[in-house]
């Protein structure tokens, strides 16, 4: 995948990725998320980063998903809408779960939980690249993330490994 450029829409667009929900209107309606392999993306196009003490994420296997505010301020990125990077089998199965753990339900996805210690959580836009058949979703979301720390620095805010 080409170098992307993490802080502008219209060219995430040029670049395949697909969708631009919010969370919010992902939670009531989320029928137009495919269901094939893929990456997405949670994208922050205000820039805001007012953290919530205590998030919406779910409490999976008793863990509490939040951290510090301290930490959450470590981990932000300046300068970028982009807040987190995923990978998919199966791209629909994959978000509802996110979006479920975010509701405060207890689902398997630890990744990205950061995103649910943001008060604009709910506004915050999702959006998708569906993948041909021989790209593995896991190689092509570790290239997005070097690509990130490569401009950044870091890791996206909410990608606490890779």
């Known amino acids: 995948m080409k170098n992307l450029d993490f802080n502008n829409i ?7 990725f697909d969708g631009f929900k919010s969370i919010n209107e992902l939670i009531n309606d989320s029928s137009s998320i495919p269901k094939e392999k893929g990456v997405y993306l949670i994208l922050n196009p205000d820039k805001k980063s007012d953290f919530l003490a205590t998030g919406t994420g779910g409490h999976f296997k ?13 981990n932000w990125v300046d300068n970028t809408i982009v807040l987190y990077i995923g990978k998919a089998g199966n791209l629909y199965n994959r978000i509802k779960l996110y979006l479920s753990f975010g ?7 630890w990744g990205g939980r950061l995103i649910w210690q943001l008060k604009n959580s709910r506004d915050l836009i999702v959006c998708w690249k569906t993948l041909q058949e021989d790209d593995n979703p896991r190689t ?8 990130f720390r490569s401009n950044y620095s870091k890791r996206p805010f909410a990608n606490l490994r890779g």
């Not at 219209?10 to 395949?16: D, F, G, M, S, V």
């Not at 008793?62 to 470590?74: A, H, R, T």
């Open 10 to 16: 219209e060219y995430l667009k040029q670049c395949e």
């Open 140 to 147: 092509v979301e570790s290239d997005l993330i070097k690509q």
């Open 62 to 74: 008793e863990k509490d998903p939040n951290v510090s505010i301290e930490e959450l301020k470590q």
């Open 103 to 109: 509701q405060g339900k207890k689902k398997a996805h």
